[in-house]
């Protein structure tokens, strides 16, 4: 009788995470003997906790907040995106050593193929913010084909270490400047945390932006930030942060359970109503 498969999240803290939800969704709906499961390990502990990932019984798992970037520095293996970002969100095991990728620009992309099919016609975007969700997002549209990038964050330092690391498509700013930007964009995208459950709003007046410029936001709680109300108010295309956490999840259950599964209205109606949300995403 075949062994269950095993795969993971880790994090700290992790009660957060809707991963298992996620998971679990698709081992039901695929009826597969797998689980997968929460871990909340400590930074101090996690170097020893993927050290001995080889020989655990784990098929592989994710890491979310605080271990992507550690996790990129201790594995032995990358994958393109994972070496382009500088951060792992998924592992796995080759030839008794840890191998990590990073979906999350993935997940980002085919949100928008989904919710915003003619998104990759643009060429400009502006993207909000230089944290560590930023660089993601970066690859993906560099990845589209995008060919100029506005990076507008609070610390115009941390947007110019961006620029450097990936190109003469990233132009850094200043905040202040967001209305300007917003004009001339295909894409605007809000990579920082305002606007989520508990933070101040993301103010951006979408007067100025085009009749045919989309807004995407990769916060998912709330489901409609006010950033994207507001570009709702203007008439512009939305995606929001949900369907980027549902789509990345797909490459790494494919990896660890041999079956691509598919993200469907009835997985997002299970996170929505999880989130204790009401789903505006459909008439957008």
């Known amino acids: ?66 271990h992507k970037e550690a996790a990129f520095a201790a594995v032995s293996r990358h994958d393109a995106a994972a070496e382009a970002i500088g951060a792992v969100n998924t592992l796995w095991c080759e030839d008794g050593e840890v191998a990590g990728g990073n979906t999350d620009a993935y997940g980002f992309a085919a949100n928008l193929d989904e919710r915003t099919p003619g ?17 993601a997002i970066i690859f993906a549209l560099l990845d589209a084909g995008f060919t100029h990038v506005d990076l507008a964050n609070r610390t115009v330092a941390r947007a110019e270490a961006l620029a450097d690391r990936f190109g003469l498509a990233i132009h850094a700013a200043a905040l202040d400047t967001l209305g300007d930007m917003a004009a001339n964009a295909d894409l605007i995208v809000n990579t920082t945390a305002l606007g989520m459950a508990g933070q101040p709003p993301l103010e951006l007046d979408f007067a100025a932006a085009r009749d045919d410029a989309i807004a995407a936001d990769i916060v998912y709680a709330p489901l409609i930030t006010p950033f994207l109300a507001d570009a709702r108010a203007r008439g512009l295309q939305t995606a929001d942060g949900l369907g980027m956490l549902l789509h990345q999840a797909v490459p790494g259950f494919e990896r660890w359970f041999g079956v691509r599964p598919t993200v469907t209205a009835a997985l997002r109606r299970t996170i929505v109503e999880d989130l204790g949300e009401q789903d505006g995403e459909g008439d957008a």
């Open 119 to 135: 998104w990759r016609n643009g060429t400009r975007a502006l993207v909000i913010g230089a944290g560590g969700a930023s660089r």
């Open 1 to 66: 009788m075949a062994e269950t498969i095993r795969a993971f999240v880790a994090g700290h803290p992790i009660g957060h995470s809707r991963s298992p939800l996620i998971h679990g969704h698709w081992l039901a709906e695929l009826g597969i003997d797998g689980s997968y499961e929460a871990l909340d390990i400590a930074p101090a502990e996690f170097p020893s906790f993927l050290a001995g990932l080889p020989a655990s019984g784990w098929a592989g798992g994710n890491v979310t907040i605080p």
